[in-house]
């Protein structure tokens, strides 16, 4: 009698303290502890805007000194959204009875009230910290008094001349459009999985890359204080090898170096993968460029078009990265997979969390969180580097 049919198949489930982002969940409170980009400078300005992360609606505004602000869109009155507010010289005016807040959340003007409210410094409206860097606004939404120094990254501060940084908000990497509705672990995953490349990149639907991505690579894997490496060796029709190396850095940040392979340097770009609910995530992007608008030219193409000029029936022809992903449903079920060798960048990742989860369920600091400027500066070997071949390894 034939078994395995689909008929009584288990009940499917996902891990829940791997993939869900809200505020009391363990990976909730974990990614917490970090910054995260919520939008560019750009979108921080005179008009209030919204934002969403880690399952949290906010609004995002500028003040009349050019202060970021990021708050709790129901306003401490009596709970109209913000995001019909009107930002001023000093902070954010709610439409309904015109209390002021400032960037912290300072109550400092109640029209209607006698004197313009006596009692008001015992009001604040709920905001959350946030700093500019790289051309992207960072929140930290976590617990204040755990609340560690904005990171610096060696490849957006070692700037060759002629080279800036430049920020970009298209998400990068997806494979699809800025919104992506799957979790962020899904996309996250990918990044340590160089197998897919050959494959859904090479020869399933490519190249979409270059040819040499095509090359089935020697893969090494390793665990870093930060996250997971992975170092892909393509051997070259001259005889030298071409080391690739990946990387994952807590919280979400993808270090992936050029996949076009325009030179061989240091990974010139990091995106961060910001979920933005346990179904959608985005990805902000900051990197190196000589020109400004470079960094949107290293999306992939797939039959040399990129995602969004493709129909349906085109992408049923050359699917990427959005369609293995967002293909694994909004939440993939993890009770149905089955890792093989091959995956151990994954089983690493997974891994890596589930340490950095008890740590912080004990009290604890997780990986790479630093609260002096000295301990805030990180290294990557991310890159594609041309070494001979005896240097390989
Ligand atoms: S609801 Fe905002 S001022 Fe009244
Ligand atoms: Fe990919």
């Known amino acids: 009698m034939d078994t395995g049919t689909a008929y009584d198949r288990p009940q499917p489930s996902y891990r829940k303290e791997l993939t869900e982002v809200g505020a009391g969940t363990p990976m909730g409170e974990l990614l917490r502890r970090y910054w995260h980009p919520v939008g560019m400078s750009s979108t921080f300005d005179s008009t209030p805007s919204k934002v969403k992360a880690l399952g949290e609606d906010l609004i995002a505004f500028r003040d009349g000194q050019g202060r970021p602000g990021l708050v709790y869109p129901r306003c401490a009155h009596r709970g109209t959204t913000l995001y019909y507010g009107k930002v001023e010289e000093r902070g954010i005016r709610c439409c309904y009875h015109g209390w002021l807040y400032d960037v912290e959340g300072h109550c400092l003007e109640q029209p209607c009230e006698e004197g313009g409210g006596a009692r008001r410094d015992r009001v604040r409206q709920p905001w959350y910290p946030v700093e500019e860097r790289y051309g ?3 929140a930290y939404l976590g617990p204040p ?3 560690p120094v904005l990171p610096r990254y060696d490849c957006l501060e070692e700037l060759a001349p002629g080279e800036s940084v430049e920020a970009d908000d298209s998400s990068i990497g997806s494979g699809g459009p800025q919104i992506v509705p799957c979790n962020w672990l899904q996309h996250w995953e990918n990044v340590v999985d160089p197998f897919h490349v050959p494959v859904l990149h090479g020869s399933f ?4 890359f270059t040819a040499q991505m095509g090359i089935m690579p020697e893969v090494t894997f390793e665990s870093t204080a930060r996250g997971v490496k992975v170092i892909s060796l393509r051997t070259l029709e001259d005889g030298k090898v071409h080391r690739r190396v990946t990387e994952v850095v807590i919280p979400t940040l993808r270090v992936v170096p050029d996949p076009l392979v325009q030179r061989f340097q240091k990974v010139e770009s990091i995106g961060w993968t910001l979920p933005i609910d346990d179904t959608h995530y985005r990805i902000y992007t900051a990197g ?3 020109e400004r608008g470079a960094l949107g030219k290293i999306r992939s193409r797939l039959g040399g078009r990129r995602w969004h000029e493709l129909t349906e029936e085109e992408h049923r022809q050359f699917p990427g990265d959005y369609e293995a992903q967002t293909g694994q449903g909004p939440i993939t079920f993890h009770s149905e997979e089955h890792l093989a060798a091959s995956d151990k960048g994954i089983a690493l990742l997974r891994r890596f969390l589930e340490t950095q989860l008890k740590i912080v369920a004990e009290g604890g600091d997780p990986a790479a969180v630093a609260f002096d400027e000295s ?7 991310a890159g594609n580097y ?6 390989a390894a």
Do not use: E, I, M, N
């Open 136 to 138: 992207l606004v960072f």
């Open 145 to 147: 008094a755990k609340k």
């Open 205 to 208: 639907s490519g190249p979409q």
């Open 375 to 381: 301990g805030a500066y990180v290294r990557f070997d």
């Open 386 to 391: 041309l070494v001979d071949a005896a240097r």
């Open 288 to 290: 190196r460029v000589t």
